[in-house]
């Protein structure tokens, strides 16, 4: 059994910055970040490829959000910056065995999920 655990969210104020934190067991995996705000449906954030050297973003975080990982860690980051109200959400992790410079974007390609983090963004 894999297990993903997010970690980092929190209450903030627009413009401010928040890192999200994604740790999996086992071994090395593709990993996602996706959120899901009130009455909306999950959403694709980003994601980033066992290498790290490959990395895929929503229009909406692009320019603003960081994916990257550290492998001797088996985690993944988020790095969130400028903020906004409409980023408000709760943010979930995924993970699933891959090839080592795929990246995947749709949430039915993973295979292991978190249980999220809440982020709030007041303005």
């Known amino acids: 059994q894999v297990h993903v655990v997010e970690s980092g969210g929190g209450l903030v104020q627009a413009g401010d910055s928040l890192r999200l934190s994604c740790a999996a067991s086992g071994s090395s995996y593709a990993m996602g970040w996706f959120r899901q705000a009130p009455g909306k449906e999950r959403e694709f954030v980003a994601a980033?490829?066992?290498?790290?050297?490959?990395?895929y973003y929503a229009d909406s975080v692009k320019g603003r959000f960081v994916i990257s990982r550290d492998n001797a860690k088996n985690t993944v980051y988020l790095q969130m910056n400028s903020l906004k109200p409409e980023d408000t959400a709760v943010y979930y992790c995924?993970?699933?065995?891959?090839?080592?410079?795929?990246?995947?974007?749709?949430?039915?390609?993973?295979?292991?999920w978190g249980q999220g983090t809440q982020v709030t963004v007041s303005s």
């Open positions: 995924a993970a699933r065995i891959a090839p080592y410079f795929m990246v995947y974007r749709t949430s039915n390609d993973y295979d292991y």
């Open positions: 980033i490829a066992r290498s790290g050297g490959s990395t």
